[in-house]
């Protein structure tokens, strides 16, 4: 790492981050127990969870796709606008689907891409974020698997970025000095 790296601090060692997604799994293998199951992994940040997590879920019949969303540039100033950068390879007509998202914070992601996929008439929608940070929301959503609720702060690691660097951290950390701004 360049001078320029600030050193971050763990919030979240992968122990933890590793028995939660062990029980996040068992969860979902039981409430899909009997249905094929398509995991739609939001890319870029939510890839490191999701090769944890789905080996962590014990089903016959899972299947795995990926939604590429921009709604951060290089900064951690949100833009407000959603794009999507890759669609779904395969149709989701008739399938239960579960997105998988590394971090929930405001909510306008997950809003966006909820009404987008919903059009697509999935059999049931629902959300798995490994993080959230409710102080941040402004869009009314829920995720109905949360891995942890965390405080209002820019967090790297464990698949997320901070202008595209800090994905290899084994945990999630914080930078220091840097919180979120409005
Ligand atoms: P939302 O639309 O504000 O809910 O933002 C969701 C997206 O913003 C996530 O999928 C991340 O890509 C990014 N994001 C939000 N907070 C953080 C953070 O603390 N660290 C890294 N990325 C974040
Ligand atoms: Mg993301």
């Known amino acids: 790492m360049s001078e320029a790296h600030q050193q971050p601090e763990v919030l979240i060692t992968p122990d933890r981050i590793a028995a939660r997604v062990r029980e996040l799994g068992?969860?979902?293998?039981?409430?899909?127990?009997?249905?094929?199951?398509?995991?739609?992994?939001?890319?870029k940040g939510a890839w490191v969870f999701l090769a944890d997590l789905i080996r962590a879920i014990d089903?016959?019949?899972v299947t795995v796709d990926f939604l590429g969303v921009a709604s951060y540039g290089d900064t951690t100033h949100s833009s407000g606008e959603v794009r999507i950068t890759k669609d779904l390879d395969m149709s989701i007509e008739g399938i239960d689907v579960l997105i998988v998202e590394d971090i929930l914070d405001t909510g306008v992601t997950f809003d966006y891409i909820l009404s987008a996929l919903s059009a697509h008439k999935p059999?049931?929608?629902?959300?798995?974020?490994?993080?959230d940070k409710p102080a941040r929301r402004i869009k009314p959503i829920q995720a109905d698997y949360v891995g942890f609720a965390i405080p209002d702060a820019?967090?790297?690691?464990?698949g997320l970025d901070y202008a595209q660097e800090?994905?290899?951290l084994?945990?999630?950390?914080?930078?220091?000095?840097?919180?979120?701004p409005g």
Do not use: M, W
Not at 26 to 43: F, H, K, M, N, T
Not at 123 to 131: A, D, H, N
Not at 154 to 158: A, I, M, P, S, T
Not at 170 to 180: D, F, H, K, Y
């Open 170 to 180: 084994p945990g999630i950390c914080v930078l220091p000095s840097r919180t979120n």
């Open 166 to 168: 800090y994905r290899q």
């Open 26 to 43: 068992q969860e979902i293998a039981r409430d899909y127990a009997g249905r094929p199951l398509r995991l739609v992994g939001i890319l």
């Open 154 to 158: 820019f967090v790297v690691g464990y």
């Open 59 to 61: 089903h016959d019949d």
């Open 123 to 131: 059999r049931s929608l629902k959300v798995i974020t490994l993080l």
